[in-house]
């Protein structure tokens, strides 16, 4: 009887031992068949373009939303982290006002003066090596700046000049295969502002640019959306 229950404890083993193989071997998705490719390339050269958001300032001097355009690369060492840089143009205005006039008479009119960007990051890809459907979706940050290239004050003492950014934001990689492909970003360009001392003082017959609560130097968040194709190498 011992001998007889050994033998069928054995088979039951051998048995659940063949059934737990076939049924993790069915496990995941067939290699033909998986949502998850590998990257075949290492860099993208991206041509861009989309709208600049430019939250307005206090006393609307400031840079104002405009067409974005530019180059954006990456370089994919290994793994779920890459290189970025990116060049940009914004189309962009400014309201010039001469503070020592009382309003309306203080408004000059509107100037164009584009932006110029150029900034350096560290992004992650959230499915790693790989694309899932060919989506890689992916988060970046950075440091860089934004200037009007402009090393002069306007006529009421206003200066944009050359201001430091941090940058972050994410977007969405579509790699159909082969060469190129597409990418939608969201980045934020958070700079500085400060207005000039004469922003403070009450002209004759009129009131301040400002109050005198207003801090003198503020930060501003700035987004921009753009689309882009890759050429991938």
């Given at each position: 009887m011992t001998r007889h229950r050994a033998l069928l404890i054995a088979g039951l083993v051998v048995a659940g031992t063949s059934i737990g193989a076939r049924a993790s071997a069915q496990v995941g998705y067939p290699p033909a068949r998986s949502p998850y490719l590998d990257l075949e390339h290492a860099q993208e050269l991206t041509l861009i373009g989309g709208q600049y958001h430019a939250h307005r300032?206090?006393?609307?001097?400031?840079?104002?939303?405009?067409?974005?355009?530019?180059?954006?690369?990456?370089?994919?060492?290994?793994?779920?982290?890459?290189?970025?840089?990116?060049?940009?143009?914004?189309?962009?205005?400014?309201?010039?006002?001469?503070?020592?006039?009382?309003e309306p008479a203080r408004n000059l009119g509107t100037g164009s003066r584009p932006l110029y960007s150029a900034t350096a990051g560290l992004g992650l890809s959230l499915t790693g090596s790989k694309s899932w459907h060919h989506i890689v979706p992916e988060i970046a940050g950075g440091l860089g700046f934004v200037s009007d290239l402009r090393s002069k004050a306007d006529s009421g003492g206003f200066k944009f000049g050359t201001r430091f950014a941090f940058t972050w934001?994410?977007?969405?990689?579509?790699?159909?295969?082969?060469?190129?492909?597409?990418?939608?970003?969201?980045?934020?360009?958070?700079?500085?502002?400060?207005?000039?001392?004469?922003?403070?003082?009450?002209?004759?017959?009129?009131?301040?640019?400002?109050?005198?609560?207003?801090?003198?130097s503020f930060w501003l968040n700035n987004p921009a959306f753009t689309l882009g194709i890759s050429r991938l190498f």
């Open positions: 300032d206090p006393a609307d001097v400031g840079p104002q939303s405009g067409f974005i355009t530019g180059l954006h690369y990456e370089w994919r060492a290994g793994g779920p982290a890459h290189l970025t840089g990116e060049i940009a143009r914004i189309s962009s205005d400014r309201n010039l006002i001469d503070p020592a006039k009382p934001g994410g977007g969405v990689r579509y790699v159909p295969g082969g060469r190129w492909s597409i990418r939608a970003d969201l980045t934020n360009r958070m700079y500085q502002l400060g207005y000039p001392q004469t922003y403070y003082l009450e002209p004759t017959g009129g009131t301040p640019v400002v109050s005198a609560t207003q801090a003198k």
